[in-house]
């Protein structure tokens, strides 16, 4: 059973910063491609960024500059640093596993997601 389990969410002032974590069980994560996603109210789920197995990164260009994505194969764990928040990055965010070594298609696992709530 493949499990996802995010952390790190909150409320922070525009301009802050927030450090997200997902850990993973560990037969999916040092082979799989990664990602982070998020779904405001009333939109869609957008990626945000991926990394694959072997560390290469893709970023929104909303968040270009901003976030940063990583991995650490030993823990099993995936985190996004995000600065400069803005209001409009408030959404749930989703961690995802893909099937295989890079982010094609459609992620096959996601976590049950974390909040980040930035206020004006």
């Known amino acids: 059973q493949v499990q996802l389990v995010e952390s790190g969410g909150g409320l922070v002032q525009a301009g802050g910063s927030l450090r997200l974590s997902c850990a993973a069980s560990?037969?999916?994560?040092?082979?799989?491609?990664m990602g982070w996603y998020r779904q405001a109210p009333g939109k869609g789920r957008e990626k945000v960024a991926t990394i694959s197995s072997y560390g290469g990164t893709v970023y929104a260009d909303s968040v270009k500059d901003r976030f940063t994505i990583s991995r650490d194969n030993a823990k099993n764990t995936l985190y996004l640093q995000m600065n400069s928040l803005k209001p409009e990055d408030t959404a749930m965010y989703y961690c995802?596993?893909?099937?295989?070594?890079?982010?094609?298609?459609?992620?096959?696992?996601w976590g049950q997601g974390t909040q980040v709530t930035v206020s004006s």
């Open positions: 560990g037969s999916i994560f040092s082979r799989n491609a």
């Open positions: 995802a596993a893909f099937r295989g070594t890079t982010a094609v298609l459609t992620p096959a696992y």
